[in-house]
């Protein structure tokens, strides 16, 4: 097929998707359209990139103060904020129930006081601000389930086409090639293969999400026709990460599809608090043997890559005996700056991240900020968990892209606000004002497979939302005598 015609293709399937698409719900509030915008260009590329300009990632181009991405990503910032204020929303509330994002956030700030470059810091720390509040307002919809669920969607629909048309139509825009080996390497609609995996992720764990969750109401015509575009996206997520090659992104896909089928067990409903520490116990064993007892030699082989997870562990040693301060860092994702960078540059020419979320932080915020981004991962996990006593469907998304994102930065760093940490901030931030009502909302097709696979908790208020009927019989009131009738009113 001659690429103009396949992209000509491509605009009319999009057309198709975002305007016909079955999982539409009526009334789906405009505003989601600036999260969903947000999230295009940070899990993709840059404005200006997808105009002319060189490759580069989204952050950085915003951060060398190109006046388009500069203008693009401010007017988002400002459209959010003007959002959330018509909503009233309550700053106090969110600030208070989410101390550890806020004290994170704060002392994040508070580091260009020591940043070697302030203005740099001060720039990449307000950007980021941004995704946060763009992430609200989607938070802050009426129906937060189908907030969520239109928000990942929509970037998949963009996302995902776009990639498969470019890495099979326009290879010079969609490829770059290995510094050492010269190998050819996908990388879609993004600006690397990383990136490319990432979104693979993101968009695979949400297409299986939804295929297990509508699939018990298969004979609607309706969800048949969902659950057709949901598998035609699953297999083209499939064929990009073969194109991607990333063993990281294969590997955390199938850890967040198990977390997602494990949720959907009578098993899970039974034992929940089983694997409430299962989750956390298998990380932590993981990094035990793989650090203290050098099991990645084993388990990176069976992925197909050499036992030094592509030289990361080099890198890692490199990074970790320049000079830093171990106690509060270089400022906040200012690392990788000046004399620093032309220092590790020596070594890793074109390298400018560790390779390590983890280790990312504990450079450009020490220990200090370390131990406070672990304690929001701990209370992000008790949020989703307590999430699922009112909103099953999306407390299993969320602890799926948990696990996922807990497991991706240890050979990978996405906790710079990137695609998959905004998608976390979706799923596992407490929501001001957040009743089961609003939670549980959703069309009356969906009730009775999510009820049958997700049945209320005990400890959940009844009555609340028509989502999920309560298994109380109700009262006729033409079966009562008067005079009972007369004491119940």
């Not at 359209?33 to 899990?43: E, L």
């Not at 979104?199 to 659950?227: E, H, K, Y």
């Not at 992000?380 to 469907?393: A, E, N, V």
Request: net charge positive; proline share 5%.
């Amino acid at each position: 097929m001659p690429p103009t015609l396949a992209l000509l293709l491509w605009f009319v399937l999009l057309f198709g998707l975002l305007y016909f698409d079955p999982a539409k719900k009526r009334g789906t509030s405009l505003a989601l359209w600036v999260p969903v915008t947000w999230m295009f260009f940070v899990g993709t590329r840059a404005p200006s990139l997808w105009i002319g300009g060189q490759v580069g990632s989204a952050a950085e181009a915003f951060t060398e103060g190109n006046s388009l991405n500069l203008s693009v990503f401010l007017g988002l910032t400002i459209v959010a904020l003007g959002i959330l204020i018509s909503r009233s929303f309550r700053w106090d509330s969110f600030f208070t129930q989410n101390l550890a994002l806020t004290a994170f956030l704060f002392f994040a700030l508070a580091s260009v006081l020591w940043s070697d470059f302030p203005l740099v810091t001060f720039k990449r720390w307000s950007r980021d601000v941004g995704g946060y509040l763009v992430v609200l307002v989607a938070l802050s919809d009426r129906d937060l389930l189908e907030g969520v669920r239109t928000v990942l969607r929509r970037f998949c629909y963009l996302a995902i086409p776009l990639s498969v048309l470019l890495v099979k139509y326009y290879p010079g825009l969609a490829k770059v090639y290995d510094a050492w080996t010269g190998v050819p390497m996908a990388t879609g609609a993004t600006t690397s293969k990383n990136m490319l995996g990432a979104s693979c992720v993101v968009a695979g764990v949400f297409f299986f999400w939804d295929l297990v969750m509508r699939w018990p109401n298969r004979a609607d015509r309706q969800t048949r026709r969902i659950l057709l575009v949901d598998v035609a996206f699953i297999w083209m997520t499939l064929w990009l990460l073969h194109q991607a090659s990333s063993a990281t992104s294969n590997v955390c896909l199938v850890i967040g599809c198990f977390v997602i089928a494990a949720a959907a067990t009578k098993t899970f409903k039974r034992h929940p608090t089983f694997f409430k520490v299962l989750i956390p116990t298998t990380f932590c064993s993981y990094v035990i043997l793989a650090y203290w007892f050098n099991a990645n030699a084993y388990l990176v082989g069976a992925v197909g890559r050499n036992p030094t997870l592509t030289d990361r562990t080099f890198i890692w040693r490199t990074l970790l005996n320049i000079g830093t301060n171990p106690v509060v860092g270089t400022g906040y994702r200012s690392f990788f700056l000046g004399e620093r960078l032309q220092a590790f540059w020596m070594t890793f020419p074109g390298i400018n991240e560790a390779h390590n979320g983890y280790l990312d932080i504990y450079l450009s915020l020490g220990m200090v900020g370390v131990v406070l981004l672990l304690v929001f991962l701990v209370a992000g996990y008790l949020t989703i968990w307590k999430r699922f006593r009112f909103s099953p469907p999306l407390a299993s998304l969320g602890l799926a892209i948990w696990t996922v994102l807990l497991f991706y930065d240890i050979t990978e760093a996405a906790f710079d606000v990137g695609l998959l940490w905004l998608s976390l901030m979706l799923l596992g931030i407490a929501v001001p004002g957040l009743s089961a009502e609003r939670a549980r909302s959703a069309a009356p097709s969906e009730s009775v497979g999510m009820r049958e696979r997700f049945p209320r908790s005990n400890s959940e208020p009844a009555g609340l939302g028509n989502r999920y009927t309560s298994d109380r019989p109700s009262l006729d009131m033409h079966s009562i005598p008067p005079r009972n009738l007369l004491k119940r009113t």
